[in-house]
């Protein structure tokens, strides 16, 4: 007997509600780095002002001291992380880890194995053949295959007449299209909700760049300035590499499941199409 591999799509959905629980706590922790960051500033431009003549000699001489220093290299990842924090970096992990699980499942489900296989069709149509019905039906029944429970749906309302096998076919074809499509829906909104978590780092990362500026006494620092834009800016680029294929994967396999599931239908009312004649009874 074919296994059915997720069936249902109850793994997407908790993955989802995972990431939104993280998101939760993500913005929680984020919330308070741009205020630490003014105060800091205020505090460092508060001790310049308020010291003496001399003290303020060096503080002059300092930026020339240091200018000949060459900066510590930094490596991008430590960057990356630095600009996004705890907070983002979750979210963004948990898109992609579901984006990348979700994917998978929807590849093994779409196989033409668990959707179409050619071995059920040719051994149903040999049992037809043979005017073995009673084997086609426990055949097709016991085979969890898409087309399986198509034909096991037509077969059992047969003997009410032909018309009402077909439309017990097209409504256990429906179902199992509707859970197909339902598997791929979850990819199409990772699609969605990246970009947007992106244009929302961004806004945050400008207004912490903005609030550096206004709750500074003097000029600021480029690189306090540095730190909200790099949010703005990674959470754009991670936000748009997350979606980018994940849209590109759902129309993909949408358009692999519409084919098959063609197939099926076409293959369905082929099969059954030798009991076209066939009225109240067998």
């Known amino acids: 007997m074919r296994r059915r591999v997720l069936n249902g799509p109850l793994a997407g959905v908790f993955c989802l509600l995972a990431v939104f629980v993280l998101a939760v706590g993500a913005f929680s922790l984020t919330s308070l780095a ?58 963004f992990l948990g898109l992609s880890f579901t984006l990348v699980a979700l994917f998978v499942m929807n590849v093994l489900v779409a196989r033409r194995d668990n959707v179409c296989p050619m071995l059920l069709v040719e051994t149903f149509e040999g049992h037809l053949n043979e005017k073995r019905y009673q084997e086609a039906y426990e055949l097709a029944k016991a085979d969890e295959s ?47 909700i990246s970009p947007m978590v992106g244009l929302f780092g961004t806004v945050h990362g400008m207004i912490a760049s903005f609030q550096v500026i206004a709750t500074s006494p003097s000029a600021p620092k480029p690189s306090e300035l540095a730190q909200g834009i790099s949010t703005a800016l990674f959470t754009t680029l991670l936000g748009l590499a997350i979606a980018i294929p ?9 358009n692999r499941v519409s084919r098959l599931v063609l197939e099926v239908g076409i293959l369905s009312e082929s099969l059954m199409s030798r009991f076209e004649n066939v009225g109240a009874q067998k």
């Open 246 to 254: 994940a849209i590109a994967a759902f129309n993909i396999l949408k």
């Open 34 to 91: 741009p205020s630490s960051t003014a105060v800091a500033a205020e505090e460092g431009g508060e001790d310049i002002f308020e010291g003496d003549a001399a003290a303020a000699e060096p503080a002059a001489a300092a930026p020339t001291d240091t200018g000949d220093e060459t900066p510590e290299e930094q490596s991008i990842l430590k960057w990356v992380y630095d600009a996004l924090g705890i907070g983002y970096s979750l979210i």
């Open 146 to 192: 898409f087309l399986g429970q198509v034909l096991s749906a037509g077969l059992a309302k047969l003997s009410a007449g032909y018309s009402q096998a077909i439309e017990a076919m097209q409504e256990v074809g429906e179902e199992e299209n509707m859970k197909l499509e339902h598997r791929l829906s979850y990819m199409a909104l990772i699609g969605t």
